[in-house]
């Protein structure tokens, strides 16, 4: 079994059931909290569809960065994972591109990275659409007045 | 990797780059105001968002300078408003972008991965567990059953190789499951060890400063009693010249001899009602007592059993006899050297020396302010300790440098300070001396103080009279014993260990109102009616001299040459309990929760009553790794889980147990 998820993996929701377990189990240890609860209420979380789950997702994973750091350098790929989810892509490379400095043979980390790439690149261009299209509208707009203005 | 390399030229290079589409510049204005928006928006999270800002135009860059290499591997299921946008306008998502923000401090001190299993492995084997775990345990069951059920049916088909197949690699994937499971565990006990070290040192922390505060305590506790020493003083001294007052009106010239003779039969008179008054003294300093136990020192419950309070290099010679009134109250300690010492428990300090006895000191007892102290030269000394000069803040020693020594012992130890002269100069009540031969046990309560002598009698004295009330022979009431039932039982009987071990005759006494209990040499334990005189009791048992003995209201435990410890209980006279030690047990005390003995080992031997355990305190365990070998603990007193122990050589030691 491979120890870190695939990207796969984050996509693909729990029942509320099944995270109410986790919710449950994670406010049951209260303050003294483990880190193991901790993680799997916040993979549940990184896991769901709503994006405040995976907002707090997210959190938790940063605090167990934190406060466990012999549990940093997985974090890091969760965390990638977990931003890259939420469309932080920024934030997602930073924190996989960091693993995979450290570990340039992970496999999971490289697959993030190009999906990353690939996301960016699709929004970049979307954006690049929405901004050339304001640009040429203006163009048109002012042309049409200059124009206007020539009559 | 070239991809990250472009990324950091381009993060270097800011939104100023010259071969984008846009103008740099309107890219640059649009960066100034779209960062000063998402400041007012969340003031302290700007920061973050510059970076997130850099990054995101970064990615905006490179969109456009690689605008053939998009590929599409997620058909988007949501509308996606950029990451741009989202983080510099929406304040929930900045808001929990700076929560989980992370410093780039924190992402440089990575350490190197040593755990056994991810925690994403470990979600996987315990999420199961979680959700269904019932249904699981079921299904494995019943699959085993299965496989028995199946097996047979068509054994030699593929299907059913593939099938085993299949079941085997489930089978693993199990075992792995459970593995990582129980690393899960193992790692979850080593967290726990970890908060229970950090507990740990917090624990310490405030032990230390209830220690500070104890100490606080006790110094404004005898300033309380100080001043009110002084009020008490100053009353009288108001209330006489009151008197005086009213009565010197009336009086003429003439009267002034008769007065002077009246004055002076008064004087006598109080000087005659002086013995009395002076042997009731325990009534007066009782009462600073109650105001100095205003605050009851708590701070020996949290140390661990075992924990050396302190340590006192208390005389030069044996030790022969100890007592303490309260943990960290007084203690009294007397040696060989003749010689006997009060000491304040809480800051390790001598307060003085008691001169008097001509031998040395063999049985003592303090309560309240109270002390009696036996000695070898047969008489019996009663002092008021609440009349001692001392100042526990050591001023008077020329030590100023205590404030910031919360215990105070270190100090007191190294350079032991003489005590003051003349400091117990007002201490001696008076002297008790009918016995005839040396003393070797005392008690006393209320008012009733029995002491045994190796003159074979036990006396019993009345402190508010203080004369003796009557005297117990014990050779006769053991004679009487042996005729009267003619059993045996009650009779002397010479025990078949050497009386060579300077046994003493009487090894120990304990009284309760009327009632008397004796530890003697031939190992009987006589319980005495001080109304009728006589022995109601022996309990037989031991077959060495007793050396120690203590009763409360249930039991009586008594320790012996022969090594061993007795409990019995005193209704029905027999045995409760018993254990015994390697060598003989000198001295035994107990509390609530422990005995605790000396015998013959450089370790006090404490049985713990609650847990039936039997353990070793003192300094045996701790200086033995460091080769050195304490001398033996003769000694040793306990109250309320505070432990003192005197030792051969003079040293002793105060422990938590």
Sequence with gaps: ?151 | MDDSDLHNAFHDEGPGGEDTILSPRGIEAFTRKVTTTASHLAGHASNPNDNHYRNAMTQVHKSMRRPGMQRSMFSMAKTTPTDLVRSKFSTSEIQSRALSYLSDDMLKNIPEDDNSYSLFQGFSASFPELTDEGKKHRRRVSRGRKMLEESPSAPESPQHLHKLKKERSSLMHELEMLGIRKNMASSEIREIDNKIANLGGMRRIILERLAGLEQEEALLEHDIVDMEGRIDDAQVLVDEAESIAAATPIRTDEDDLVTDQDAHEFMSQSVYEQLPSASSTPSKPRRHKTVRRKSMPILHEHFDPGFNIREIKAHQDNITAMDFDVPFGTMITSAMDDTVKVWDLNAGRCIGMLEGHTASVRALQVEDNLLVTGSMDATIRLWDLSKAHYDPQGSQFGREDEEDDGMAFENADDQPVDPPEGSMDECPLFTLESHVDEITALHFRGDVLVSGSADKTLRHWDLQKGRCVQTLDVMWAAAQASVSLDTGEGSWRQTNRPASRSADFIGSVQVFESALACGTADGMVRLWDLRSGQVHRSLVGHTGPVTCLQFDDAHLVTGSLDRSIRIWDLRTGSIFDAYAYDNPVTSMSFDSRRIVSAAGEDVVKVYDKMESRQWDCGAGITEAEENRTPAIVDHVRVKEGYLVEGRQDGIVGVWAC
Aim: charged share 30%.
């Design chain 1, 1 to 151: 079994m491979a120890a870190l998820p695939h990207a796969v993996d984050a996509e693909t929701p729990l029942k509320p059931s099944e995270l109410k377990v986790l919710r449950d189990q994670y406010e049951k240890e209260g303050e003294m909290v483990g880190v193991q609860t901790k993680f799997n209420y916040a993979w549940g979380l990184v896991k769901s569809n709503s994006r405040n789950d995976q907002q707090l997702g997210v959190q938790l994973l940063s605090e167990i960065f934190r406060l466990s750091p012999e549990r940093r350098r997985e974090c890091l790929y969760y965390l990638a994972l977990g931003n890259y989810k939420l469309g932080n892509f920024g934030e997602a490379r930073r924190y996989n591109d960091l693993l995979l400095e450290k570990e340039p043979a992970n496999l999971q980390a490289a697959d993030l990275r190009r999906l990353i790439d690939d996301k960016v690149a699709t929004e970049g261009l979307k954006g690049v659409a929405i901004i050339s299209g304001v640009a040429i509208a203006a163009g048109v707009i002012g042309g049409i007045l200059f124009r206007g203005k020539r009559r």
